[in-house]
C-alpha cells in the first residue's frame, strides 16, 4: 500500500459570495418529476415499513426515475443528523431518539419486497452513539443477507470520527460489497463545505478498509460547483488512487435551498467528460461522472460493472 501524502492546497478555493447571483439552471440538470405507478409502489413500501430514505430527505434529482425502477436509498440510523455540512438538506441537531434495535429487520423486509439485485444503505452520523453507528450498520447488512441472499449490499457510511478507531473493523467483518463514504469536496472548501469532517480522515478511513479487506470494493465521490477548481479536483483524484479507491463518481452540487452552500457555477457536461477520462487513466475500476451522478444512481449497474472490470484487470474475466 502506498503511503499517503497530502499536499499543500495552492490555490484555497473560494466559495461564492452571498451577494453574488444564483447562476440560472442549465437544461442538462434539470429532471421529470416523480410520477408513475412504480414511483408509487416503491413510495408505499417505504411507509408501510417506516422507513426513511436518502432520495427524499436530500432532495436527490434522480428520484422520480430511480423510484419508478423499484430503486431507494435507505437511509438509517433516524432522520436527524448531528453534523451540519452546509450542502446537505437533512436536518441537522440533537436526534431525538435513540437507534431503533428493529430497523435493521425492517430495512430486510423492505429489500426483499422490492426484490432488489442491489442495495444502497445510507444514514445520518450519529455522533451521540459511541460507536457512531457501525453495528447498527452491521446489524442491517447481516438482516438482508438473512432476508435477501442473493442481494449484494453497498453502504454509504458516516467518518466515524468521533468514535473508537476499532469500529470500522465491525462494519468491515459485515462483508459489504461495497463500502462507500464520500470525500464530498476538495481539501479546500472542507471548512466551509464540511466544518465537522477531515479531509485526511475521510481517505484515511477508505485506505484502512483495504488494508482490513483488500477484497472489497471501495467508493468514494465528490460533488463539482461548489467553487473548487480543476487542479485540486485531479488531485483529489490522485489522493483516492493513492488510498486505493476503485470506484469515483463525481456529480453537479445543487443548493438545497437559499440558506444552503451558493452554487458557484454549473459545470458542462463537457467537463464532465473532461474529467472521466482523466480518472480512468489514473486506474480507477469504474467511474461515473456526469451532472446528474449521484452516489447510488444506477448503483447496480455500476457495481456489476464495477466487478467485471476487476476481473477483467486480473485476467479472469
Known amino acids: 500500500m502506498r503511503d ?32 408513475g405507478e412504480g414511483y408509487k409502489a416503491t413510495h408505499k413500501i417505504m411507509r408501510e415499513h417506516k422507513l426513511t430514505t436518502v432520495c427524499e430527505e436530500a432532495g436527490c434529482p434522480n428520484v422520480g426515475e430511480c423510484w419508478s425502477q423499484g430503486h431507494a436509498t435507505m437511509m438509517i440510523m433516524g432522520e436527524v443528523c448531528t453534523r451540519a455540512c452546509t450542502f446537505c438538506n437533512i436536518a441537522t441537531g440533537k436526534p431525538p431518539e435513540p437507534l431503533d434495535v428493529f430497523e435493521p429487520g425492517r430495512v430486510a423486509d423492505a429489500v426483499a419486497k422490492l426484490g432488489l439485485n442491489h442495495v444502497v444503505i ?20 447481516r438482516a438482508i443477507r438473512h432476508r435477501s441472499p442473493g442481494t449484494t449490499i453497498e453502504i ?30 476538495v481539501p479546500g472548501l472542507y471548512p466551509e ?23 472489497m470494493f471501495t467508493k468514494s465521490g465528490i460533488m463539482v460547483g461548489l467553487g473548487e477548481d480543476k487542479q485540486a479536483v485531479h488531485q483529489v483524484m490522485d489522493d483516492m488512487r493513492a488510498a486505493d479507491i476503485d470506484f469515483l463518481t463525481i456529480g453537479q452540487y445543487l443548493q438545497p435551498t ?36 449521484r452516489s447510488s444512481y444506477h448503483a447496480g449497474d455500476d457495481f456489476a460493472r464495477l466487478r467485471s472490470n476487476r476481473l477483467a484487470k486480473l485476467g479472469l474475466a
Not at 463545505?193 to 477484497?215: C, I, N, W
Open 4 to 35: 499517503l501524502k497530502i499536499p499543500e492546497q495552492r490555490h484555497p478555493e473560494k466559495a461564492r459570495r452571498p451577494d453574488n447571483p444564483q447562476p440560472k439552471k442549465p437544461s442538462w440538470i434539470r429532471v421529470k418529476a416523480p410520477v
Open 122 to 141: 445510507t444514514s445520518v452520523d450519529r455522533d451521540d452513539v459511541s460507536d457512531g453507528g457501525a453495528e447498527h450498520f452491521a446489524q442491517t447488512i
Open 156 to 185: 454509504l457510511t458516516p467518518d466515524f470520527i468521533k468514535a473508537p478507531d476499532n469500529v470500522l473493523e465491525i462494519v468491515v467483518e459485515a462483508k459489504p460489497d461495497v463500502f462507500n463514504h464520500n470525500l464530498e469536496t
Open 193 to 215: 463545505v464540511r466544518p465537522g469532517a477531515r479531509y485526511f480522515h475521510s481517505l484515511r478511513l477508505l485506505q484502512r478498509v483495504k488494508e482490513m479487506d483488500p477484497t
Open 258 to 293: 437559499p440558506k444552503h452552500h451558493k452554487v458557484d457555477r454549473f459545470v458542462t457536461p463537457e467537463e464532465f467528460a473532461s474529467y472521466e477520462k482523466t480518472a480512468w487513466g489514473k486506474g480507477f475500476l469504474m467511474v461515473s461522472a456526469t451532472p446528474l451522478t
